[in-house]
């Protein structure tokens, strides 16, 4: 079975672009969850879906951060306009069914992006 | 707020031997679950183990278990007869009843010795 999948693997980019990062989860998985790593920073949770609703987006810094999931499988988050904070390591996970709580959530691999 | 407080930012110990990873936590809530992550070098994030604060018993997979201490907030994982394949960063997590996002430690980088 393959894991979770993320591309891609590094994105540097110069202050003002665009990019749009890709997560596929586990195949079955209705759960999707973005997370950020800002060098020396905690691992912080940005956003949550289950299939292709937002379940929780508590997490998004601002605006300039838009995340999809169409059809409830894989899932972009577009960083536009990027600026110098948002470079970080992006990670993607995915779980099974939400119903017994606290699952089993399985990582990405994490792309790391550079904004300069 | 909830929040995990992970003291030690580096630990090593020597191969066969044990080490003992600090977790704090900070949290209101009855319902709720604690994990501890492995990230290897260049390396997807894995599970380790998993407690259910509602059981008072320590959760134990293999070599590794914890010493779980609900009234002092404290969720330390023990690594016994360490192997080199055990260098890895350590992320110690929780989450609660109804939410599945997950509050992370700054994570400590454990190095096995040969």
């Known amino acids: 079975e393959a894991g979770v999948t993320q591309f891609p693997s590094h994105s540097v980019i110069e202050k003002g672009q665009t990019v749009t990062l890709r997560c596929d989860p586990i195949s079955g998985h209705d759960n999707l969850y973005w997370y950020r790593r800002v060098m020396g920073k905690e691992i912080k949770f940005l956003l949550h879906f289950v299939k292709e609703s937002k379940q929780d987006e508590s997490g998004m810094p601002n605006n300039r951060f838009l995340a999809e999931r169409t059809g409830g499988t894989y899932s972009t988050l577009k960083v536009q306009p990027a600026e110098l904070e948002d470079s970080g390591v992006y990670f993607c996970a995915s779980s099974q069914d939400f119903s017994r709580g606290g699952n089993e959530q399985y990582f990405g691999p994490g792309t790391r992006l550079t904004v300069t | 707020a909830q929040t995990v407080t992970q003291s030690q930012p580096e630990m090593s110990v020597q191969e066969a031997e044990t080490v003992t990873l600090s977790c704090t936590y900070d949290?209101?809530?009855?319902?709720?679950?604690l994990f501890w992550y492995k990230q290897p070098p260049s390396r997807q994030m894995i599970l380790v183990i998993r407690?259910?604060?509602?059981?008072?018993q320590n959760a134990t997979e293999n070599r590794f278990s914890v010493n779980f201490q609900k009234a002092a907030k404290s969720f330390s994982l023990k690594i016994s007869d360490s192997q080199l394949g055990d260098a890895a960063m350590y992320f110690c997590?929780?989450?609660?009843?109804?939410?599945?996002?997950?509050?992370f430690g700054k994570g400590t980088k454990l190095t096995v010795n040969p």
């Open positions: 407690q259910e604060a509602y059981k008072q």
């Open positions: 949290t209101s809530e009855s319902d709720y679950y």
């Open positions: 997590a929780y989450t609660w009843g109804g939410s599945e996002k997950l509050v």
